[in-house]
């Protein structure tokens, strides 16, 4: 089970932290990532992270404003999320993946966490 917090209403410049804690068959959870969904669009690939050597992979529409990291005896994830846009405004979803290897897509994932919304005003 994953749950994800840490959604919110934030100005564009504004910083978030999403939070995503995993319980459970935690073990066998080797990848974690951070998808989202604006209305009316595809979920899209924001970032991950591997839990046996904590290598990171963005988007690249949030590389050096969002950076994510993990508390591996927390099971839990972070997104930090820096100089957000109006564009960043999405449902962001957590995900987690049984696989060693990283991935970018949605149907690679094989956990997911409920979505918490982001909204950037300008």
């Known amino acids: 089970q994953l749950q994800a917090s840490g959604g919110g209403l934030v100005q564009a410049g504004g910083s978030l932290r999403l939070s995503c804690a995993a319980s459970?068959?935690?073990?066998?959870?080797?990848?974690m990532g951070w998808f989202r969904q604006a209305p009316g669009k595809e979920r899209e690939f924001v970032a991950a992270?591997?839990?046996?050597?904590?290598?990171?992979s963005y988007a690249d529409s949030v590389k050096g404003r969002f950076t994510l990291s993990g508390d591996n005896a927390k099971n839990t994830v972070y997104l930090q999320m820096d100089s957000l846009k109006p564009e960043d405004t999405a449902v962001y979803y957590c995900?987690?993946?049984?696989?060693?290897?990283?991935?970018?897509?949605?149907?690679?994932?094989?956990?997911w966490g409920q979505g918490t919304q982001v909204t950037v005003s300008s």
């Open positions: 459970g068959r935690t073990f066998s959870i080797q990848n």
């Open positions: 995900a987690a993946r049984r696989s060693s290897s990283a991935s970018y897509y949605v149907w690679h994932y094989d956990y």
């Open positions: 992270i591997t839990s046996t050597d904590s290598k990171t």
